[in-house]
């Protein structure tokens, strides 16, 4: 590894960053450390974690509070896009690592460091989303990842910090690993690493056990322009304020709990719980009033977009070629999905209970089955016929 005078690393204030700081001076004979935390949403209050940096050790120690770029940015075009990785995990985590990604890259630029740092083990999706992301927005910065090599344990590690003059709260230590944001929370770990057992409850912070839900089902409105959220209940909201207060509304009917086995693009099979409330509800929303705007055609061939969107998200292709080119397909698909979707929380599920738009190509005369009918009947007949006639020709072959 060459000669590094100034690295920028993304801080979160918990053991592995803190731990990243002496570690880089010391052992990779980076000159300065630079560290950067970014406010998504976690509701954390960053300015202790901006001060630890310092006393750990950092020359500079940034906050970047980019919550409503996270969700107009991140979030949006993966609402826009259904994006349900494997079907089920609305990417909450995995959204937050191209934009982190980004912040790390232009503060390289703007303070003219050689080189990018992180926390992450090699085990995990978020180093390959980290490094990639940061490849393709400069190929010419530096990537170290120290902890990806140091093969220290937890304690080592902390006994290392400490030694380093780093003194770690002595908070009863979690058996959990949590990531969390706006868009949600990934717990993995303890108990949780046996796949047949159920989650205790304990381990959900932003939904409701189902035991305590409300008794009444709940509806919510949802306003979409163009395929992007833009109204709860009838008022226009900004991106943050519309998904904190779906996250309580729809948290508190138990909605937006996913607990999955799900395949890491390490090769490696892990069993995750999310909570994403109003993700879930988005997601379940927008596609609803998709059915209504968008032609049967576009919406099959959308749903292959979707998953591979999904995949590429996930696997820290953010910022890539076939990703720029789906994103295309996407934005020209939602110019006509604007549009008010009615959607029912109860016990744990979010189900769409109505749907309108102006845009709508629903068409009731030719849906009614009372006396409005428009529809032509006879056209039927022939229209069959030519449909079914592969099948009637084939039919005949077989059967002799
Ligand atoms: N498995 C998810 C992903 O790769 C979330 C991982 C988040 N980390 C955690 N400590 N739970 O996107």
Not at 89 to 96: D, F, N, R
Request: charged share 20%; hydrophobic share 40%; with cysteine.
């Amino acid at each position: 590894m060459g000669h590094v005078k100034k690295a920028v690393l993304a801080y979160s204030g918990g053991v592995d960053t803190s731990v990243c700081i002496p570690y880089l001076k010391n052992e990779c004979g980076v000159e300065e450390v630079i560290t950067l935390a970014v406010d998504l949403g976690q509701g954390a209050e960053l300015e202790p974690v901006q001060q630890k940096a310092l006393d750990s050790g950092a020359k500079e120690s940034l906050v970047a509070n980019v919550q409503e770029r996270f969700v107009t940015d991140f979030a949006f075009p993966a609402i826009q896009a259904n994006a349900l990785y494997e079907n089920r995990y609305p990417l909450s985590t995995a959204l937050a690592r191209p934009l982190i990604a980004q912040l790390l890259v232009e503060t390289a630029e703007k303070y003219g460091a050689d080189a990018i740092a992180h926390g992450c083990t090699g085990k995990g999706n978020d180093q390959v989303r980290f490094d990639v992301s940061i490849a393709a927005l400069n190929p010419n910065l530096a990537i170290l990842a120290p902890a990806r090599g140091w093969g220290m344990s937890r304690e080592e590690a902390i006994a290392y910090g400490e030694h380093h003059g780093i003194s770690f709260a002595v908070k009863k230590s979690s058996p959990y690993s949590i990531d969390l944001n706006l868009l949600g929370r990934a717990i993995e770990a303890g108990h949780l690493e046996d796949p047949w057992t159920e989650p205790l409850e304990e381990v959900y912070t932003m939904t409701r056990a189902m035991a305590d839900t409300p008794n009444d089902p709940e509806y919510v409105e949802i306003g979409f322009d163009q395929g992007v959220p833009v109204s709860l209940n009838g008022q226009k909201l900004g991106g943050v304020e519309l998904i904190t207060r779906l996250n309580a509304i729809a948290g508190n009917h138990g909605v937006g709990r996913i607990d999955m086995v799900e395949n890491r693009l390490v090769g490696i099979k892990s069993r995750e719980i999310y909570e994403c409330p109003a993700m879930v509800v988005l997601i379940q929303a927008h596609r609803d009033l998709e059915s209504l705007v968008l032609t049967a055609d576009v919406t099959r061939y959308k749903r292959g977009i979707e998953e591979t969107y999904s995949q590429l998200v996930y696997n820290g292709l953010w910022f890539s070629p076939l990703k720029t080119a789906l994103d295309a397909f996407v934005q020209k698909t939602q110019e006509r999905v604007t549009g008010t979707v009615r959607m029912k929380l109860f016990k744990g599920n979010a189900t769409p209970a109505g749907r309108k738009s102006e845009l709508s190509l629903y068409d009731m005369g030719l849906a009614t089955y009372g006396a409005e009918d428009v529809f032509d009947h006879k056209a039927a007949e022939g229209f069959i016929y030519i449909w079914g006639l592969p099948t009637r020709v084939w039919s005949e072959r077989v059967r002799g």
